[in-house]
């Protein structure tokens, strides 16, 4: 069955955050540790409603069924759900900023079938459309070798701390027309 794209809306979060668990618990297994997965989930991984809100955060099905969800923002938080952020998230300026490719997540059932560069590809197509040039993202370690082959370059090893003391590897990474 082709898989179709769509706009998420936030009659979709409750299915999201489950889709999101799912990835990260199954995606990262030999990549982190299970805490630094289950601490991940909890303080880090989730939807970011303003994504949806700026219609700029997409699901992939599979017929009914999301099997995938990502976006990308005109705004300057990198990466995290609403439950990592802390204070207001200001526009960017196309013409100076990167923008943000954030919160890919792919159902482990669903992996390794061109859905994540499908959701790349809208990203930043739609990212062009609205005038930027160049886009930035923080990478999990199981996420890194896709978005190489999609020619983003690694900037910076971020260890994000967590509200229960471990730390999640997160790699800055960034492409340029």
């Not at 300057?76 to 013409?95: I, V």
């Not at 482990?108 to 859905?115: A, F, K, L, V």
Request: net charge negative.
């Amino acid at each position: 069955m082709p898989f179709t794209s769509r706009l998420a809306t936030l009659n979709d979060v409750e299915t999201l955050q489950q889709l999101i668990a799912a990835s990260v618990r199954g995606l990262s297994i030999g990549y982190y540790t299970e805490e630094q997965i289950e601490s991940s989930i909890k303080y880090i991984f989730g939807i970011d409603t303003q994504l949806i809100a700026d219609g700029t955060y997409y699901v992939i099905e599979s017929g009914s069924t999301i099997v995938a969800c990502g976006g990308w923002s005109k705004r300057n938080t990198l990466y995290g759900g609403d439950q990592f952020k802390e204070e207001a998230d200001p526009l960017l300026d196309p013409n100076v900023d990167s923008a943000r490719i954030r919160a890919f997540f792919v159902h482990p059932d669903w992996s390794r079938q061109g859905i994540g560069k499908m959701m790349i590809t809208l990203c930043e197509e739609t990212a062009i459309q609205a005038g930027f040039k160049s886009f930035e993202l923080g990478s999990t370690l199981p996420g890194q070798p896709l978005y190489i082959a999609m020619g983003y370059h690694a900037t910076e090893q971020v260890n994000a701390p967590l509200e229960d003391g471990t730390f999640l590897e997160i790699i800055k990474m960034k492409k340029t027309l």
